[in-house]
C-alpha cells in the first residue's frame, strides 16, 4: 500500500498547478500525482497550431519536466474512488491511501459518439484542433483547401473552451480572406447549441465576423455520423416546432469537435454527480458530501467555463482551503467567484477576450483602456501569443500566483 497525506489525481493544467500551489504554501508537505501521461499538453495552444501560429511542439512537454520538486508522480492510472476507506484504486488493483484528496482529471473527449468518426480522423479532410496530432492537419487542410465547402462542428455543452469550435473557423476563414478564395468557400458552423457563445456581451463582436466572412450559422445542428471516404457528414436538426430531422451536408473539409462527458472512472464513482462530474461546491470547490476531497478543473461541474484559465484561478483557492482543513492556515476559507477566459481568435492578429464568472457576469482581467473584451483587440492577440504560454509554464504551473491571488470569504 502506498500513502501520501495529499494525493492528486490528474497532472494536467489543474493538477500540476494545485500541486505547487499546496508547495508554495506548505514546501514540507507530502503530495503525490497520480497521472499515467509521459507528455503534459498546454492544450490553448492548439488552436494557434490549427492556424498555422504556433508550432506544435510548443505545446508538450513531458510530464516528468512539470512535476514539481518536493512532489512525487505516481505513475498510473486511478481505476477507481473508495472514500470511505480514504483510498483510491490504481490500474493494476494497487490501493493508494490518503489524508486529503483532489480530484482533477480532466474531461472524456468521446469521439467514438460519432459513427464513423474514429476511422476517418486525420484522413479524407475530417480534422479536430482538440487532439495534438491532429491540429497540424487542420492548419494542412486550411491552407490547401481553395473552393468548396468547409463545416465547423460544435457538440452540445459542456466543452471545454467553449470558444474553440468557433476560433478555428475564424482563423480559417481569415487565412482564406487573405489567400483571396473566401468567395469560393462556403463555410457552415453547424452548432448543437442556439446562440453563438453563452455570454452574450460578446456576440456582437462575434457576429460581425460571422457576417464579414460570410459564414452560415446552422443552429441545433448536431453531428451524428460521418463518412470520410464519401465526404458527407449527418447531423439531427431540431426545428422551431420542435420536431427534429436529419441533415446530410457535403464537405471538402470538416473541422470536428467532438462531444464530452466525464471520465468513465470518474462518472461511476461515488464522487460524481447524476451527470457524472465532480461533484463540488462551487465557491470552495470542496466536495459536496465527502469531506478531505477536492475538485477543479474540466472534471467538476461548478457551473464555470471550462477552461485553463479558470483552474489557473481555482488551483490556489483548493490549495488554501486544503491547508485550512488540515489545520496549517487560520484564514477564512477562499472563495471561487467562476472566473474562465475564452480568447477568441477572430482573425490573425485580434482577438475578443472573454472573460467572465458565474452567471456570465464579466470579470475583465485588465482595465477597459487596455483591453475591452467587447471588441476585437491586437493587444490581446500579442497576450494570447507572447504572453499566455509563457504564464502558464512558468507562473501558474509553478504556484506563482500573481495573476490569482485568491479572494477570502468575509
Ligand atoms: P487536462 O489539462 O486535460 O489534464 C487532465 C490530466 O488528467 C491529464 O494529464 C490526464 O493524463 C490525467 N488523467 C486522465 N485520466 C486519468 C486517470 N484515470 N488517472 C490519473 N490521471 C488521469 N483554456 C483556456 O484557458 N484558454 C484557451 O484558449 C483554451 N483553448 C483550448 C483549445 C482547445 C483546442 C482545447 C482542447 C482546450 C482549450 N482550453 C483553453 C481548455 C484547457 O486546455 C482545459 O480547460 C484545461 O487543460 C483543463 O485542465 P485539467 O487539468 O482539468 O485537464
Redesign the pocket.
Known sequence: EIRHEVVI???????IAVASSLLARKPDLDVAI????DI?????G??MV?GGVFDPRWTAKT?ASLIPPGAKWIK????AFEPENNALVLDGCRVVTYGRLVV????KLNWGAIEGLPETLGRNGVTS??RYDL?PYTWELVRALKRGTALFTQPPMPI??A??PQ?AMYLAADHWRGAGVLGDIDIHFCNAGAVLFGVKDYVPALMEYVDHYGIHLDFQETLTRIDGPARTAWFTRVGADGMTEAIERRFDMIHVVPPQTA?D?LRVSPLADAAGWMDVDPATLRHRRHPGIYG????CNAPNA???????KQAPIVAHNLLRDMGALREPDAVYDGY????LTVERGKIVLAEFGYGGKLLPSLPGWLIDGRKPSRLAWLL?ERM?PWMYWKAMLRGREWLAKPELAA
Open positions: 489525481v490528474g497532472g494536467g493544467a489543474a493538477g497520480v497521472d499515467p501521461a503534459h499538453y498546454y492544450q490553448p492548439w488552436t490549427g510530464m498510473a492510472a486511478v481505476a482533477a482529471p480532466g474531461l484542433n482538440y491540429a471545454k473552451c470558444g474553440a476560433k471520465p472512472f477543479l478543473g474540466d472534471a471550462k477552461t485553463a484559465a479558470a483552474a489557473r474562465g477566459s475564452c480568447p494570447k499566455l
